[in-house]
């Protein structure tokens, strides 16, 4: 089946959310909607959308906050926004590009003009999608969303476990000692033990499950990720 984009709607008007979601699903879209900044970080917190309309106007926190939060974050920063607002002033546009919106929507609007505003930024998107994503084995690690998973399943990595499995798979069937691991990964100006990469190594392992037998040590050399394992 082709991949359905999802989209989180940010929307506390509900005729106004179910207009677009209605208008999302039919069009091949997957629609999620959050009421207020509350629900949209929940949501967010559990699955990255490939796009976000977001409100200017919502009770709690408004839409440019929430944006400029988004941004900041490493891990939705990826993730387009296209904000929605009521007013159609110059200011207005530009305080929400500069909060980093990727592009504004003017109510009322139609629904091919939104389409076509979504189908943009996710096509903007798409070649650094492209570019960040490597798998191998049934192992993927996508660097844009950092999201890793073993055959399809989503696998939890703390950060520092994240930068070496992406060292690792950037650099596979290559062996890497401890000296070169700390240099690339860890940032050669920071003293630390070499036993730390093995700790590090020990928890990538176990956090990745049967996956984890994909790093190997090799005696003596260090560690390599192989898809022979
Ligand atoms: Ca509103």
Known sequence: MKHQPRVLIVEDEPPIAELIAVNLRHNGFQPVWAEDGVAAQRELDAVLPDAILLDWMLPGESGIVLARRWRADARTRGVPILMLTARGDEPDKVTGLDAGADDYITKPFSTQEMLARIRAVLRRRAPEQVKDRIEIAGLML?????????????????????????????????????????????????????????????????????????????????YRLTAQA
């Open 142 to 222: 996508d660097a844009a969303t950092h999201r890793v998973s073993w055959q399809d399943q989503p696998v939890k990595l703390g950060p520092t476990e994240f930068r070496l499995l992406h060292f690792f798979m950037k650099h596979a069937e290559r062996v890497h000692s401890r000296a070169q691991l700390l240099d690339k990964v860890w940032g050669d100006h920071v003293f630390i033990e070499e036993r730390t990469v093995d700790v590090h190594v020990k928890r990538l392992r176990e956090s990745l499950g049967e996956a984890g037998a994909m790093i190997e040590t090799v005696r003596g050399a260090g």
